[in-house]
């Protein structure tokens, strides 16, 4: 089959790449024309704008680049004056048929230019969006004013202002960066924001785990942070955040498998037996409190602000005075006190620290001693979060935290001694 594939013409191979790209197109805008009733391309018309957009590529390769300018400023005047006359019959249509016609010309001619990949790719993000008109609208017409500013406010932070910080480090050592320290604020906010709207759109319970897990994979202190201000919010889902922290915290132990595993494979039979049980004691706790909760009827949950820059700056606060904390225990001990690094270490980030213990332990003899590190790491990473919750979060979230967490220390601090 491949090398039928290599031995076939590369024309019709591009013509044969054209027209799936447009019977995927047609395929989408003919359902919806028989859904809508209107509508003048499909199924048909689609196929055969891309062939000609690959023809029109192929054409100009062979004598100017300026068939296509031309050509394609011509299509898009034709569909131009096609809605207009639709309009003028006062047939209600919108122009993303029309869009989506130029798109599949542009296509046709990106496969004339052996962009087969980037082609399919984008004729998949096209295909999306067109499919998913009824749930933006649906989406839309439960949005708030508050929801939609907040979003243009998260937009310009991260589209506007995050780019443009410099990525340079300053200050002793070039701790700070400030690129760095955007990113960290537009994450927070980030899951801020996933959160808020999958409580609203999903349910307080599915809401609130979904993030955890979604949050663990990117930052479990980032979750604690925000489901401790939201358990004080709404104290009477406080078991719920509990269990969302805990849960984010449990994805943290096969994150740091797999990155180690990455820079030393050997390392990951060390960490597999101490990692299984703490994430073990993470999963059963959190659906055990999950489970207590499942008989209880679902209360109202107060969403508050979808953006809280406030919230956000603090979490980048503490993590540039855990940057200095981290350089000068470092400075001050040496780089010999792995343990006391590992401590260090963990109150910012256990991904750095578990890099440098899996090249550390390249040698078989060093093995144990980097598993027992990057576990330090961890345990102290467990302590940052029960601190965040315990005096950020509502009482009975730090408590049950607390509970949860301690055990998870206790156990890790014993395999260590072991």
């Known amino acids: 089959m491949v090398e039928t594939l290599k031995n076939i013409n590369p024309f019709i191979l591009g013509l044969l790449i054209s027209l799936g790209i447009g019977l995927i197109l047609g395929l989408e805008r003919e359902y919806d024309k028989l859904k809508e009733e209107q509508g003048f391309a499909g199924i048909r018309t689609f196929p055969i704008v891309a062939i000609i957009g690959f023809i029109l590529g192929n054409l100009s390769i062979t004598y100017t680049p300026w068939l296509v300018i031309i050509i394609s400023a011509a299509f898009l005047l034709f569909l131009s004056l096609s809605h207009l006359s639709m309009v003028k019959k006062h047939i209600m249509t919108g122009i993303t048929t029309n869009m989506a016609l130029f798109a599949t010309l542009i296509l046709g001619v990106m496969v004339a230019n052996h962009l087969h990949k980037e082609a399919v790719a984008t004729a998949v993000v096209v295909v999306t969006l067109l499919s998913l008109k009824t749930t933006f609208n649906t989406f839309i017409k439960n949005i708030t004013s508050e929801e939609l500013f907040a979003f243009i406010k998260f937009s310009i932070i991260a589209l506007l202002i995050l780019p443009f910080l410099p990525n340079q480090d300053y200050g002793p050592e070039g701790l700070l960066n400030p690129f760095e320290i955007g990113a960290i604020i537009v994450i927070v906010s980030f899951l801020n924001f996933i959160g808020y709207f999958l409580v609203k759109y999903v349910g307080s319970k599915q809401g609130i785990l979904l993030t955890a897990i979604l949050g663990g994979l990117i930052s479990s202190t980032a979750v604690a942070w925000i489901y401790a201000s939201r358990s004080k919010e709404s104290p009477e889902l406080s078991k719920e955040y509990a269990a ?112 440098s213990m899996a090249k550390f332990g390249s040698l078989e003899e060093k093995l144990s001693l980097a598993t027992n590190v990057i576990i330090t790491a961890t345990i102290s990473n467990m302590i940052v979060k029960l601190g965040i919750t315990y005096f950020k979060g509502s009482k009975k979230t730090g408590k049950l935290v607390m509970f949860i967490f301690g055990s998870v220390i206790i156990v890790g601090t014993a395999f260590i001694l072991i």
């Open 244 to 355: 969302g922290i805990i849960i984010a915290s449990a994805i943290m132990f096969p994150r740091l498998a797999i990155l180690a595993y990455i820079f030393n494979s050997a390392i990951l039979s060390y960490l597999l037996i101490p990692f299984t049980i703490l994430t073990l004691i993470c999963l059963i706790s959190a659906l055990i409190l999950i489970k207590k909760e499942a008989d209880v009827p679902k209360t109202a949950i107060n969403l508050g602000n979808p953006l809280n820059i406030l919230n956000a700056l603090g979490f980048g606060g503490i993590y540039v005075v855990i940057l200095f904390a981290v350089f000068y225990g470092n400075q001050f001990f040496g780089e010999s006190g792995l343990y006391f690094s590992a401590l260090i270490a963990g109150l910012a980030d256990t991904d750095a620290i578990t890099i």
